[in-house]
């Protein structure tokens, strides 16, 4: 889980520039054709939307505005590359947040058609799975891939020769999206997640028996709305300000139901597929007491747990160029024509005509 490391590129290299920019994060980043990390830029709007506990999507997208073109030329100086030396531009197209997209989509069209490059449009998800590939080479298909963020929790078998098959998913919030929200009824600044992570670590988990939802159900389904709802009955009850203590016992608490029941889907899908790597990816992949959790039960059975470095876990642009290099070396090119979606399940591009 080390951090990957600026290579200097041969002279045979392939670049791409990766966009990303579906939420609340704008970055620029090049990649090789073979996985090596020239440059990554990222901006973090994290003071944008301090003040509201979560994030604003209209202050997301006039963010990007003022940000995009810097965050592109920072990575560019970074790879010491030229957009001549660029082979094609790799931009999300989805899912996210559609004023966000529309930002790094647009900027990226501008950017190759000025150039005269080529550019294809990523699935946002299909680059958190890339991002696990690129930082273990020896992460090979078949494997199952556990993708938990803000937005997103679902397990996934990715194939070498077909797209990603989903095999559950949330039936209501997504895993960070509980975070966040737990996170707001504690009184913690936004970032919520890490915020409540790092107050876990002052906290007996085994403090509250929070409920574990779906874990010992039929199905590789996940749902968090109830062990939400469960968390705010809980602080409800000390009908007072809490302590710091009393806070750190139930955010321990909630962390340790959340990531149990990722652990317990993953143990579940593995067995059913037989499969016997496991990547976790995603802004939630980053937690520390997840990463630890899955590592300990992949020793006690017998299956590997790859996650890339922290750096890759959150939004960035590395893994869209990762994603998008096959595509463009393959002659690909979504050209002007490229659309945004908000939502579109893995493997599928509609903004490819064929599709």
Known sequence: MNSPKHIKRSPQAKLVLGIESSCDECAAAVVTDDYQIL???????????????????ELASRDHVRNVSEVTSDALA????????????????????MGSLLVGLS??????????????GVHHLAGHLAAAELARPDLKRPYLGLVVSGGHTAL????????????GETRDDAVGEAFDKVAVLLGLP???GPSLARLA??????????????????????SYSGLKTSVALEVKSYGREMTRKEKADVAASFQAAATDVLVARSISALKKTKLRQLAVVGGVAANQRLR???GEAGNRLGFEVFAPPVSLCTDNAVMIAAAGAASLIAGEDDGLSLS??????LGLAPWRQDE
Do not use: W
């Not at 440059?39 to 999507?57: I, K, L």
């Open 156 to 167: 996934y078998e990715v194939t070498e020769k077909k797209p990603p098959f989903l095999l």
């Open 292 to 294: 630890r959790s899955l």
């Open 39 to 57: 440059a990554s830029s990222v901006h973090s709007q994290e003071e944008v939307h301090s003040d509201y506990g979560g994030v604003v999507p």
């Open 201 to 222: 670590d002052e906290g007996d988990e085994q403090a509250i028996s929070f409920p574990r939802p779906l874990s010992n159900k039929p199905g590789l389904d996940f």
């Open 78 to 97: 970074e790879a010491g590359a030229k957009p001549r030396d660029l082979s094609g531009v790799a931009v999300t197209a989805g899912p996210g947040l």
């Open 190 to 192: 936004f970032p919520g």
């Open 107 to 120: 900027f990226g069209k501008a950017f190759a058609y000025r150039f005269g490059l080529p550019m294809v």
């Open 340 to 345: 945004a979606f908000s939502r579109v399940p």
